[in-house]
C-alpha cells in the first residue's frame, strides 16, 4: 500500500517568502507528526495532530510556523516570513489509532531559503 | 525531556564484520523505534521495539526497558547498509519521538 506521501520534494525559494508543505499519511492513519532535521542531525518534533486537532504544537519554533489538518487526513505546514535558519528538510510520519504504535515517515520536503 | 544517546557515533566495518549499536534514554518509554537513513535521506524502518528482542534477517534488536537501553545488531556488514542508523523514543506520558544524533555507520567493500 501507499506510504506517506510528501510534496513537494524540494522546494527553493527567497528570504521572506510564504511557503506550504503538504503530507498525505498512510490512508487511515489517525495520527500526524511534522518534525525538522537540520543538516547532521536528528529530526525535531514541531507538531501532532490526533483526527484534526493540534494536540501538541510545543515544536513550532515561533509563531511564524503554523499547521492545520482540516479534514483529518492531509495536512499543511506553513511558514510565512521564511530565514534561511529555516533550512532542512521537513519529515511528515502517521501511525494508525491507538496507544503506542509505531511512527511511518515520508520521504520528506527540502526547503532551501536563499 | 527525555535525554537520548547513541554510540558510537562513527563506525566503519569491512563487509562480512558484525556490529552493535547502543541507545541508552533517560526515563521510561512507550515506544522505541529504530531506523535507517539512508543516503538519500529515507527514513526507514527497522523496528519497534519498545520492550524484548526482534530478529529480521541480518538485523536483531534488543530492548531492556527497566534497565533504559536498546541494542541494534548487524550481522555480516554489506556496503548498502551504510547510512545513518537512528533510535528514537517515546516518553510514557507524551506521544512525540524524541530521537538520538545517530550512528554513521560505513561499510566498506
Known amino acids: 500500500g501507499a506510504g506517506v506521501s510528501q510534496t513537494p520534494s524540494n522546494k527553493v525559494t527567497e528570504k521572506g517568502k510564504y511557503v506550504e508543505l503538504r503530507c498525505d499519511p498512510i490512508?487511515?492513519?489517525?495520527?500526524l507528526y511534522w518534525y525538522r532535521q537540520s543538516l547532521g542531525q536528528g529530526p525535531e518534533f514541531l507538531i501532532y495532530?490526533?483526527?484534526?486537532?493540534?494536540?501538541?504544537d510545543s515544536g513550532l519554533p515561533n509563531d511564524r510556523f503554523f499547521a492545520v489538518r482540516p479534514e483529518g487526513s492531509v495536512s499543511t505546514l506553513k511558514i510565512q516570513r521564511t530565514e534561511r535558519g529555516d533550512s532542512a528538510v521537513y519529515l511528515c510520519?502517521?501511525?494508525?489509532?491507538?496507544?503506542?504504535?509505531?511512527?511511518?515517515f515520508g520521504d520528506g520536503t527540502r526547503l532551501s531559503i536563499l | 525531556g527525555i535525554q537520548v544517546e547513541q554510540s558510537p557515533p562513527d563506525l566503519i566495518l569491512q563487509e562480512g564484520a558484525n556490529s552493535t549499536l547502543r541507545c541508552n534514554f533517560s526515563?521510561?518509554?512507550?515506544?522505541l523505534q529504530w531506523f535507517h537513513q539512508n543516503p538519500w535521506g529515507q527514513l526507514i524502518n527497522l523496528f519497534y521495539?519498545?520492550?524484548g528482542t526482534k530478529q529480521n534477517g541480518r538485523l536483531s534488536a534488543t530492548t531492556v526497558a527497566t534497565e533504559r537501553y536498546s541494542l541494534l545488531y548487524i550481522s555480516s556488514s554489506q556496503t548498502t547498509d551504510s547510512g545513518v542508523y537512528f533510535c528514537?523514543?517515546?516518553?510514557?506520558?507524551?506521544?512525540?519521538?524524541?530521537f538520538g544524533e545517530g550512528t554513521q555507520l560505513t561499510v566498506n567493500p
Open positions: 521495539i519498545p520492550s
Open positions: 526515563d521510561s518509554v512507550n515506544n
Open positions: 510520519a502517521s501511525s494508525p489509532e491507538g496507544d503506542y504504535q509505531p511512527q511511518h
Open positions: 490512508s487511515g492513519h489517525t495520527a
Open positions: 528514537a523514543v517515546c516518553e510514557t506520558s507524551g506521544s512525540r519521538l524524541t
Open positions: 495532530f490526533q483526527g484534526t486537532g493540534a494536540a501538541d
